[in-house]
C-alpha cells in the first residue's frame, strides 16, 4: 500500500449519506436477525464458559434484539438526513 | 429418481475428506475458476487499453469502475487506496458466482457425469450456495474491519470502543458484551444475506425443473412444458435483478463497514 488510511475529517462526520446508505435500508431486516443470532452465539459461548446454561443465552439473545432494534431504527433515522435537492420541496 | 432425491442431489457438493476437514471440491474450482477468469480478462483488457476511442468492452468495464468509485465515493469517509480495488474484486467476483445460477441447473451437472461416467456425481455450480464461500468472504472483511479498527483507532480507542459504546460509561459489562454481538453480527448478516438468497433462487430453479421433469408426461406435456419455459424465463429475467442487487449489497456492506473502521467517533 502506497498510502496510509485516514479516517474522515471532522466536519464529513455528520455530512448527509450519499446514495448508496439507501440501500442500507435493503438489509435492514437481516442486520436485525443477525444481531439475534450473534446474540444467541455469545451467549452460547458465555454460558459455555461459567456453565449457566440457559440464563446468558436468554440475556444475550435480549441484548441483540435490543440492539437490532436500535441499528434498524437508526439506520432509518440516517435517511432524515438528507438534504432535498430543491429547496422548495 | 424421485423429485426429493433429484433437489437433495443438486444440493449436494461433490466433496473430498470426512468431518471438519471436508473440502467442497466444485465449490473451491468454479470460485477459482471465475477469479481465474476476472484475471486473466483484466490482464488481457490492460494490455489492449485505448486512449482515444475505447471500444464496446472497455467501455464497459470502465462504466463498472466509475460505478463502483461512485460508490466507494459516497459511503466511505476518508481515503484508503484499499477500498476501491477491494470493493470492484467483491462485486465482480461475487457477481460472477451468482450468475452460475442462471445456467440451466441440470446443463452442468449432467455434462460433469458424461465427463467423470459416474451418473450419480454430485456438482453444485453456484459457489454463493454454499456457506462456506459466503462465510469466508465475510469473514475476510471481518479480519480486515478489525485490522482498521486497530490501525486507525489504535489498541486503546478500540478498547475504549468495547467498554463505552453503546450506553456510556455506566454500563461497561454490558456495553462489552452488546459491542461483541454487534461485531459478530456483521459478518453474520453478509454471510447470511448472500447465501440465503442465492439458496432460495437456485432453489426455486430447481422446482421450476421439476415442472418438466415429473408432470410432463405424454399428453400433459403439452400444457406443462410451456408453463415451465415461461416460469423459468420470467424467474431467470428477476434473478438477474436479485444476483445484481445481492452482489452490490455485499460491496456497499463492506465499504460501510470499512467506513466506520475508519470513523473515530465510532
Redesign the interface.
Known amino acids: 500500500m502506497s498510502e496510509h488510511p485516514t479516517p474522515p475529517e471532522n466536519g464529513q462526520k455528520m455530512a448527509p449519506p450519499g446514495p448508496a446508505a439507501n440501500y442500507l435500508l435493503l438489509s435492514a431486516g437481516s442486520i436485525f436477525t443477525s444481531m439475534l443470532i450473534a446474540g444467541f452465539i455469545v451467549g452460547y459461548f458465555l454460558d459455555e464458559l461459567f456453565d449457566t446454561r440457559p440464563i446468558l443465552m436468554l440475556a444475550c439473545a435480549l441484548l441483540g434484539f435490543i440492539g437490532g432494534m436500535q441499528k434498524v431504527i437508526r439506520l432509518t433515522q440516517r435517511l432524515d438526513r438528507v438534504v432535498p435537492e430543491n429547496k422548495n420541496d | 429418481m424421485g423429485t426429493v432425491e433429484y433437489i437433495q442431489h443438486h444440493l449436494t457438493n461433490n466433496t473430498i475428506g470426512e468431518g471438519f476437514w471436508t473440502f467442497n471440491m466444485d465449490t473451491i474450482i468454479v470460485s477459482f475458476l471465475l477469479g481465474a477468469l476476472i484475471i486473466f480478462v483484466s490482464a488481457r483488457l490492460g494490455k489492449q487499453l485505448e486512449t482515444g476511442t475505447p471500444g464496446g468492452f472497455q467501455n464497459f468495464v470502465e462504466s463498472i469502475l466509475d460505478f463502483v468509485a461512485t460508490?466507494v465515493?459516497?459511503?466511505f469517509?476518508?481515503?484508503?487506496?484499499?477500498i476501491a480495488p477491494l470493493a470492484l474484486t467483491i462485486f465482480i467476483w461475487v457477481w460472477l458466482m451468482n450468475f452460475m445460477d442462471l445456467i440451466p441447473v441440470d446443463l452442468l451437472p449432467w455434462l460433469f457425469q458424461m465427463i467423470t461416467g459416474d451418473s450419480h456425481a454430485y456438482l453444485k455450480v453456484v459457489p454463493t450456495t454454499d456457506l462456506n464461500t459466503t462465510l469466508a468472504m465475510a469473514l475476510t472483511v471481518f479480519a480486515l474491519i478489525l485490522y482498521?479498527n486497530i490501525?486507525?483507532k489504535g489498541v486503546g480507542g478500540f478498547i475504549k470502543m468495547f467498554l463505552f459504546h453503546?450506553f456510556g460509561k455506566f454500563f461497561i459489562p454490558?456495553n462489552i458484551?452488546?459491542t461483541?454481538?454487534?461485531e459478530?453480527?456483521?459478518p453474520?448478516?453478509l454471510a447470511?444475506?448472500l447465501f440465503?438468497n442465492m439458496f432460495a433462487g437456485e432453489l426455486v430453479f430447481l422446482l421450476i425443473a421439476l415442472i418438466g421433469g415429473t408432470l410432463a408426461v405424454g399428453a400433459a406435456a403439452l400444457f406443462w412444458a410451456p408453463l415451465q419455459v415461461v416460469l423459468d424465463l420470467g424467474w431467470l429475467i428477476f434473478h438477474l435483478l436479485v444476483i445484481t442487487?445481492q452482489a452490490?449489497?455485499f460491496m456497499?456492506?463492506t465499504?460501510?463497514y470499512l467506513g466506520m473502521a475508519?470513523?473515530?467517533?465510532h
Open positions: 460508490n465515493r459516497d459511503a469517509p476518508g481515503h484508503n487506496p484499499l482498521f490501525k486507525i453503546p454490558v458484551v452488546m461483541f454481538i454487534e459478530i453480527s456483521k453474520l448478516s447470511l444475506r440465503g442487487l452490490f449489497i456497499v456492506l465499504i460501510v475508519h470513523d473515530e467517533g
